[in-house]
């Protein structure tokens, strides 16, 4: 699952419209973020721009990726 998930958001990098995408994560709350933020994909991480800092969200917190209000990928 969390390969499948990685092999989507490396898909949605070469995307024209990245800012079309929203992620959707757990961090105590719901949160979301949109692509343009992600700064980098690794194997248990995803990196995203907050405030002019560098969060990490680790891939088994995410719950979905969104295009368009149209569910791409859920846990």
Same mark, same amino acid.
């Given at each position: 699952?969390?390969?499948?998930?990685?092999? +989507?958001?490396?898909?949605?990098?070469? /995307?024209? !419209? &990245?800012? /079309?995408?929203? +992620?959707?994560? #757990?961090? *105590? #709350?719901?949160?979301?973020? *949109? $692509?343009?933020?992600?700064?980098?994909?690794?194997?248990?991480?995803? $990196? #995203?721009?907050?405030?002019?800092?560098? #969060?990490?969200? &680790?891939?088994?917190?995410? !719950?979905?990726?969104?295009? /368009?209000? !149209?569910?791409?990928?859920? !846990?």
């Amino acid at each position: 699952m969390i390969q499948e998930l990685i092999e +989507i958001l490396n898909k949605i990098k070469e /995307d024209k !419209r &990245p800012q /079309d995408y929203k +992620i959707v994560y #757990i961090d *105590g #709350i719901k949160k979301e973020t *949109g $692509f343009e933020k992600i700064l980098k994909v690794d194997s248990l991480n995803l $990196f #995203i721009e907050k405030n002019g800092k560098e #969060i990490n969200i &680790p891939l088994h917190k995410i !719950r979905k990726v969104v295009k /368009d209000d !149209r569910f791409i990928w859920a !846990r």
